[in-house]
């Protein structure tokens, strides 16, 4: 039992340090410069089954020019989820794509093939970040419990 706890805890460390670490280049990509682009595609429907209805994002790119030099991107942001309630799409998707097929992107300057649609520290990341930390500080409890 003592082995299968430490191997979630090592697990959910991982996936715990990935998260952060999304969050964090979120942030930093806040201050990347941006440039007008265009969706060149993009498959979001709805996902109804018994308990929810999510949105799915199948396939997205967008491209966009810098310097001169066109790009293709198809990451909307770090750690952003491919599937999501309903209720959150209300705000994010529609902010992002407010405008769509014109997007606003926001690309590395130091490499203008690295590039998001969603910048900042977002509800998302939040909610897994937190959520992974609870259920870490559940498992670490029982590793570390009494006996």
Not at 54 to 69: H, L, M, Q
Not at 74 to 83: C, D, E, M, Q, V
């Amino acid at each position: 039992m003592r082995y299968a706890l430490a191997l979630a805890a090592f697990i959910l460390a991982s996936v715990l340090f990935y998260e952060i670490l999304n969050a964090m280049r979120s942030h930093y990509a806040a201050r990347w410069q941006s440039t007008p682009g265009r969706l060149k595609r993009w498959d979001i429907h709805t996902d109804v089954d018994a308990e929810d209805t999510r949105i799915v994002i199948r396939d997205f790119e967008y491209a966009y020019r810098v310097a001169g030099k066109d790009y293709a991107s198809s990451i909307i942001g770090f750690g952003f989820p491919t599937r999501m309630s309903v209720l959150y799409v209300e705000k994010t998707l529609k902010r992002l794509l407010g405008s769509a097929p014109e997007v606003l992107v926001f690309f590395d300057p130091a490499n203008p093939g690295r590039s998001v649609l969603s910048v900042g520290v977002q509800l998302h990341h939040l909610i897994k970040i937190l959520g992974i930390g609870f259920v870490m500080a559940i498992v670490l409890a029982l590793l570390y419990g009494e006996p």
